[in-house]
């Protein structure tokens, strides 16, 4: 069965290929064929360091380097200065961390939720104990959402940043962006979104959103590995610390000190991963161009499919609510360990995840250990959804 965009991913054209039903999207998508093409050509033929060389290579490479910044600008409807490459999600919110919450004093708050990856919640903490800040948490609804509602209610004039994910790699869950940038703005907090999990479904419209901060990873949008991107507003940048120092992201060094460039170069120091930044730059502008209501409506029907056959099975528990979730499921099946489930579904073909998922407060909040989770993308078809089903059915034979 193929997927109108079932073209475009090389890795379904691989004979024999490993984990043929690939149902573990959450961790890390497929890549698309132009950026894996636009990752040969900068590998290959544009190989060279870049914001240095006077060469006619090193400046085709900073052409192209640059090219991939405006482009994701561009997807994101910001100014191409604003956009700092990074390894991924994890080093965005560290930048943030490190680099703005510098400034703040104790006193200051920074609200953060039960339902975060601990990319989202670690840095956080850590700043917490440099800067003796106050971290507040909002709890996480039976549905597994955000409880809005309190977190209205937590929000004050000390609080000075509220970090919260854009979608749950959990429960699947939606955040209410709108709803959290208003109780922020009456308070003139700032807004961080990770968007890890968010991205995939179609660039964010960053100025449309109305947040400070935003957050994504190259490996969960079809992109390379190893490349991320921190958005801020330009006068946010304008006022943060670099987290690393070195060669590039300096105006003047001398021995008694150094001055910082302009952003973005002050928060990439060193030389930066080149060719997967070019390979984002190609995946992100490929999946601008996509039918997003499209790519939704499939995930939708697909995700229906699987949470429909589960309901069919009494001793599986999902998590997440019915609706406002993208095709992220978290199950559990009574008697059974998360991974033993994971291993029985590799048996059938069927690549899932089982464990805490980075989220350990989260899995503290509903008393479990693990849950095992299964996870969509455009390429994901009914056959892969059925072999689950059918794994799932072998696994509660073998384990329960
Ligand atoms: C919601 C969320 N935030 C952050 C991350 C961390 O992303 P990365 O490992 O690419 O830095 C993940 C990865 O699973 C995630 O799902």
């Given at each position: 069965m193929t997927t109108p965009w079932s073209a475009d991913f090389p890795f379904l054209a691989v004979p024999d290929r490993l984990s043929p039903h690939y149902l573990d999207n959450a961790a890390t998508t497929q890549i698309v064929r132009p950026a894996l093409d636009a990752l040969v050509r900068a590998e290959v033929e544009l190989r060279a360091n870049v914001?240095?060389?006077?060469h006619a290579r090193g400046e085709a490479a900073t052409a192209a380097l640059e090219a991939a910044r405006s482009a994701v600008a561009a997807a994101f409807r910001v100014?191409?200065?604003e956009i700092i490459f990074t390894s991924g999600t994890t080093h965005a919110i560290n930048l943030v961390a490190y680099?703005?919450?510098?400034?703040l004093q104790p006193g200051d708050r920074v609200i953060v939720s039960a339902l975060e990856h601990h990319a989202n919640l670690v840095p956080w903490q850590m700043l917490a104990e440099r800067r003796g800040i106050e971290l507040s948490v909002v709890p996480v609804d039976e549905d597994g959402r955000l409880d809005l509602a309190a977190f209205e209610d937590l929000i004050?004039?000390?609080?000075?940043l509220v970090a919260l994910t854009?979608?749950?790699?959990?429960?699947g869950a939606v955040t209410d962006v709108a709803r959290v940038v208003a109780a922020a703005r009456a308070v003139d907090a700032l807004v961080l979104l990770d968007g890890a999990q968010m991205a995939?479904?179609?660039?964010?419209?960053l100025e449309a959103l109305g947040v400070d901060f935003y957050a994504c990873s190259g490996h969960k949008l079809f992109g390379p590995t190893g490349i991320g991107v921190l958005w801020a507003r330009r006068a946010v940048l304008a006022d943060m610390l670099p987290m690393l120092g070195g060669?590039?992201?300096?105006?003047r060094v001398t021995l008694s000190g150094s001055t910082w460039a302009d952003p973005p170069r002050r928060f990439e120091?060193?030389?930066?991963?080149i060719a997967a930044a070019i390979g984002l730059g190609a995946a992100i502008s490929w999946l601008s161009v996509q039918d997003h209501s499209a790519m939704a409506a499939h995930e939708h029907a697909l995700t229906e499919r699987l949470l429909e056959g589960l309901r069919q099975r009494q001793q599986i528990r999902v998590l997440g609510p019915?609706?406002?979730?993208?095709g992220v499921v978290a199950i559990t099946i009574e008697g059974a360990h998360p991974h033993d489930i994971a291993q029985v579904l590799d048996q059938h073909g069927v690549a899932v995840r089982g464990g805490h998922h980075c989220c350990q407060p989260l899995m503290d909040r509903f008393d479990l250990d693990g849950t095992t989770r299964l996870s969509l993308a455009p390429y994901t078809d009914a056959a892969d959804i059925d072999a689950a089903l059918a794994g799932i059915d072998d696994a509660i034979r073998q384990l329960t």
């Amino acid at each position: 069965m193929t997927t109108p965009w079932s073209a475009d991913f090389p890795f379904l054209a691989v004979p024999d290929r490993l984990s043929p039903h690939y149902l573990d999207n959450a961790a890390t998508t497929q890549i698309v064929r132009p950026a894996l093409d636009a990752l040969v050509r900068a590998e290959v033929e544009l190989r060279a360091n870049v914001h240095r060389a006077v060469h006619a290579r090193g400046e085709a490479a900073t052409a192209a380097l640059e090219a991939a910044r405006s482009a994701v600008a561009a997807a994101f409807r910001v100014q191409g200065e604003e956009i700092i490459f990074t390894s991924g999600t994890t080093h965005a919110i560290n930048l943030v961390a490190y680099g703005w919450g510098q400034r703040l004093q104790p006193g200051d708050r920074v609200i953060v939720s039960a339902l975060e990856h601990h990319a989202n919640l670690v840095p956080w903490q850590m700043l917490a104990e440099r800067r003796g800040i106050e971290l507040s948490v909002v709890p996480v609804d039976e549905d597994g959402r955000l409880d809005l509602a309190a977190f209205e209610d937590l929000i004050d004039h000390q609080t000075r940043l509220v970090a919260l994910t854009h979608a749950s790699n959990v429960t699947g869950a939606v955040t209410d962006v709108a709803r959290v940038v208003a109780a922020a703005r009456a308070v003139d907090a700032l807004v961080l979104l990770d968007g890890a999990q968010m991205a995939r479904h179609g660039p964010p419209d960053l100025e449309a959103l109305g947040v400070d901060f935003y957050a994504c990873s190259g490996h969960k949008l079809f992109g390379p590995t190893g490349i991320g991107v921190l958005w801020a507003r330009r006068a946010v940048l304008a006022d943060m610390l670099p987290m690393l120092g070195g060669g590039s992201m300096i105006r003047r060094v001398t021995l008694s000190g150094s001055t910082w460039a302009d952003p973005p170069r002050r928060f990439e120091a060193g030389t930066p991963p080149i060719a997967a930044a070019i390979g984002l730059g190609a995946a992100i502008s490929w999946l601008s161009v996509q039918d997003h209501s499209a790519m939704a409506a499939h995930e939708h029907a697909l995700t229906e499919r699987l949470l429909e056959g589960l309901r069919q099975r009494q001793q599986i528990r999902v998590l997440g609510p019915r609706r406002g979730r993208i095709g992220v499921v978290a199950i559990t099946i009574e008697g059974a360990h998360p991974h033993d489930i994971a291993q029985v579904l590799d048996q059938h073909g069927v690549a899932v995840r089982g464990g805490h998922h980075c989220c350990q407060p989260l899995m503290d909040r509903f008393d479990l250990d693990g849950t095992t989770r299964l996870s969509l993308a455009p390429y994901t078809d009914a056959a892969d959804i059925d072999a689950a089903l059918a794994g799932i059915d072998d696994a509660i034979r073998q384990l329960t």
